[in-house]
C-alpha cells in the first residue's frame, strides 16, 4: 500500500516507517524538513520525503494528491482540521489514522479508564482531540470512512524529554534520585501518569493499519502495559541507583513555591487528570500489547547518560 505519514520527523513516526517499510509499503514522510530523523535505520532510505508546512494554503491539496492508500495524520490538532483533509481524500483512501491524546478522557473517575469513558476533557487541547474522535466515530456511522484516532499516553523516546516522578520535565529529579537527595512529590504522591514508548504508539497505529475494518470509527489507547504513580515511580528509578528514595510529600500550594513555575504548571496538568488507561481493546481487537512504563523510562535515561 500506499501510505503518507504526515509529522514524518516525529518521536512515533521515526519507529512508524520503519516498520512499514518492513512490511513492504511504499512509504511517504510529510514534514517542514526542518529536522532530521533521531534514529539511525537504513529503512529510511527507501522512504520517499515531501517537504510540507501545514500551515501552507495548499496542504490538504497537497496531501491528496499524493495519491494515498492510507494516511497517517500525527499533527493534527483541531477537529476541523481533520474534517478539512478528509473532505479531499475520502474518496481515495482505505484507511485514514489520526494521533490523539489520553487527555480527551480529562481527570480520571475511574481506573482503569475505557475508551468510551470520562470523555470530558479540559483544556483545549484535549477538547479538540475529543471532537477529533467524536468526529471519526460519526463519519463511519453516517458515511463509512474508514477512520480511526490513537491516543497516546506521555510518549518516551531516546533522548527526548519525558516526564518524571514529579509530572514534569526536570532532569534535576532523576539526578537528585541518582544522587541519593530529597525529592519533593505533590500531594502524596499517589496521582498516576501513564507513559508509553514512542515504538509501542508506533505498533499500535501499524496494528490498526493491519486489521483494517475492525478498527474502523473506532479509538484506541496507546499506552505502556500499566499506569504508575508519582511515588512508586521515584522509588523505582531510585532503585535502579541502589539508593532509596528520600521523598517528601507537600501540599500542592507548597510544592508549587518550592519548583519553578514551568515545572509547577507541567505537574497540575498532569497531576490533575492522572490518566491510566485500559489496553483490553488494544489487546482483544488489536493484539498489541505494548511494554512497561519502566522499560520505556530506562531506555530513555540510558540515552542521555543519567543510567
Known amino acids: 500500500m500506499k501510505i503518507t505519514v504526515i509529522g514524518g520527523k516525529g518521536k512515533v513516526a521515526n519507529y512508524l516507517l520503519r ?23 537504513p529503512e529510511f532510505e527507501e522512504v520517499r520525503e515531501v517537504k510540507l508546512d501545514r500551515t501552507a494554503p495548499d496542504f490538504n491539496g497537497k496531501i491528496a494528491s499524493l495519491g494515498n492508500d492510507v494516511i497517517v495524520d500525527m499533527i493534527c490538532f483541531r477537529a476541523d ?16 489514522v489520526a494521533c490523539g491524546s489520553l487527555w480527551y478522557h480529562g481527570p480520571s473517575l475511574v481506573v482503569p479508564l475505557r475508551e468510551d469513558e ?6 483545549e487541547y484535549g477538547i479538540q482531540k475529543l471532537a477529533m474522535s467524536d468526529a471519526l466515530h460519526r463519519l463511519w456511522a453516517e458515511e463509512r470512512f474508514p477512520g480511526t484516532i490513537v491516543h497516546p499516553g506521555h510518549i518516551v523516546a531516546p533522548r527526548h524529554e519525558i516526564i518524571n516522578p514529579q509530572g ?8 537528585a534520585l541518582r544522587d541519593g537527595r530529597k525529592v519533593i512529590l505533590p500531594n502524596f504522591g499517589l496521582e498516576t501518569l501513564h507513559h508509553v514508548h514512542a ?33 512508586g515511580y521515584a522509588e523505582e528509578v531510585a532503585s535502579w541507583y541502589g539508593k532509596e528514595a528520600d521523598l517528601v510529600f507537600l501540599p500542592f500550594p ?15 496538568e498532569h497531576i490533575s487528570r492522572s490518566p491510566a488507561a485500559s489496553l483490553e481493546k488494544v489487546n482483544r481487537v488489536l493484539g498489541y500489547y505494548p511494554v512497561s512504563s519502566y522499560e520505556a523510562i530506562r531506555e530513555n535515561l540510558e540515552s542521555v547518560g543519567l543510567l
Open 19 to 41: 516498520l512499514l517499510v518492513r512490511e513492504g509499503h511504499e512509504v511517504t514522510a510529510v514534514s517542514r524538513g526542518k529536522t532530521s530523523y533521531y534514529l539511525d535505520a
Open 81 to 96: 482540521d481533520m474534517l478539512k483533509l478528509i473532505d479531499l481524500v475520502k474518496k481515495d483512501v482505505s484507511h485514514y
Open 118 to 123: 470520562c470523555r470530558n476533557p479540559e483544556g
Open 168 to 175: 514534569n520535565t526536570s532532569r534535576k529529579v532523576f539526578e
Open 199 to 231: 515504538k509501542d504508539v508506533a505498533g499500535v497505529i501499524d496494528a490498526a493499519i493491519r486489521v483494517g475494518e475492525p478498527a474502523f470509527g473506532e479509538d484506541f489507547h496507546a499506552a505502556s502495559s500499566r499506569a504508575v504513580t508519582l511515588r
Open 254 to 268: 507548597e510544592f508549587a513555591a518550592a519548583v519553578s513555575e514551568r515545572e509547577a504548571a507541567q505537574t497540575l
